[in-house]
């Protein structure tokens, strides 16, 4: 089927919605992303991008931006929280370009770019209910109708509730922080990850090694915060990391903002489109940050469903396509990424100092064993066909 003048109103205006609205307006069809947002913009974030996402960047034209605005990775360096002691370091070397980079970069890049591609952003429209068929009614009482409804509207979708029966998200009964803080020292091209029992803690450089970004994880039997994420306090965040050595202790006490948040997922969408309506990004499939792919599945979301409609004979052939080529995929990742959930957060014991062992003695006689794990995940390239 053409795109051409397919009139698509993608919901969400993050990673997965304006990689989606770019592919598709590229292909001929008339996009508009709504965004509940006033503006396109996160504060104090930062996001691991592999290559299987910088491939869909580069096939999407926005390649040189996206490198102008990241840092190069050189692999993950795993330590023990308690003394800071290296444990085994995860090389990328051969594996394709990995990067770190200030999801509001991101963002922007995204945003130029689907605006270059003739989409029109509305900001500061509420969707209050998504209708199979193509129907959308906002917060202020609009009905609008397109061809094709993008549900890119994250974990709380409401384009996923038109398709499936009522379901909350569960609390995986693990909390996150997350802070940005100035760079006082020099700091290797790489993400460092301290894991202690029940928790651990990743830093990596930003913005030319001017900020460091923390992400930290810890397990909590309960969420009692209003909001699933909310501001957080320093002296809180030190005190559930205190036991942390190396430069954790440092980068802590220049902490003067923290974000705080409950880990929650759906499960993989057993349907993903009906008549005319599509999700696709976290309102399909959200998963643990555990693996870095949150984002990166979003991206290959959105580049492998143009390209299934453009070569299909009929939309929902194309939507059809669409869940078949990325459902099987995207349940791997989610699996894996909640596999390292456990990893990093082993118990003291012996099992803890075995797997610590295996780590080291392949990381010493064997550093390719490590990432050749994820080969399957890196390795991918959804760009690979073309434009269909």
Same mark, same amino acid.
Do not use: F, K, N, Q
């Given at each position: 089927m053409t795109l051409v003048g397919l009139d698509v109103l993608v919901l969400g205006g993050g990673i997965a919605g304006l990689a989606a609205a770019r592919a598709l307006a590229l292909r001929g069809a008339r996009v508009r992303v709504l965004e509940q947002a006033a503006a396109l913009a996160e504060v104090g974030a930062g996001i691991q991008v592999s290559p299987n996402a910088g491939r869909v960047l580069e096939a999407l034209g926005l390649g040189a931006e996206f490198e102008a605005v990241s840092d190069e @990775? #050189? *692999?993950v360096r795993m330590r023990e929280a308690a003394r800071g002691r290296e444990i085994a370091f995860v090389p990328y070397?051969? #594996? *394709? +370009?990995f990067a770190n980079v200030h999801r509001a970069d991101l963002l922007a890049v995204l945003e130029r770019g689907a605006r270059e591609a003739g989409v029109e952003i509305v900001l500061g429209c509420r969707v209050a209910e998504v209708r199979p068929g193509g129907a959308v009614v906002t917060e202020a009482g609009e009905a609008l109708e397109a061809g094709l409804v993008v549900g890119a509207d994250g974990l709380h979708s +409401?384009? %996923? %509730?038109?398709? !499936?029966a009522a379901e909350a998200p569960e609390f995986t009964h693990q909390i996150a922080w997350r802070a940005l803080i100035e760079a006082e020292e020099d700091m290797p091209p790489e993400a460092q990850l301290f894991l202690a029992p029940g928790r651990h803690l990743v830093a990596y450089p930003l913005r030319g090694q001017r900020l460091v970004n923390l992400v930290a994880c810890e397990e909590q039997a309960e969420w009692a915060e209003e909001g699933w994420q909310v501001a957080g306090d320093p002296e809180g965040f030190r005190a559930a990391f205190a036991g942390f050595g190396g430069p954790?202790? *440092?980068?802590l006490a220049r902490v003067d903002r923290v974000r705080r948040w409950g880990l929650v997922r759906h499960g993989v969408a057993a349907r993903w489109h #009906?008549? +005319?309506l599509v999700?696709?990004?976290?309102a399909a499939h959200s998963t643990l940050p555990y693996l870095a792919q949150g984002a990166a599945m979003g991206l290959e979301d959105a580049w492998v469903l143009a390209a299934e409609l453009a070569g299909a004979e009929s939309l929902e052939a194309g939507l059809a396509a669409f869940q078949a080529a990325r459902r099987a995929r995207c349940a791997r990742i989610v699996a894996a990424a909640t596999a390292n959930a456990r990893n990093y957060h082993l118990p003291a014991g012996p099992k803890r100092w075995a797997a610590h062992l295996a !780590? +080291? /003695?392949? @990381?010493r006689f064997a550093p390719g064993v490590l990432p050749g794990r994820f080969d399957w995940l890196w390795g991918e390239?959804? /760009? @690979?066909?073309?434009? *269909?």
């Open positions: @990775s #050189r *692999g070397a051969g #594996r *394709g +370009r +409401r384009a %996923r %509730r038109a398709l !499936l954790v202790p *440092g980068w #009906r008549e +005319r999700i696709l990004g976290d !780590l +080291r /003695t392949a @990381s390239d959804v /760009t @690979s066909g073309g434009w *269909g």
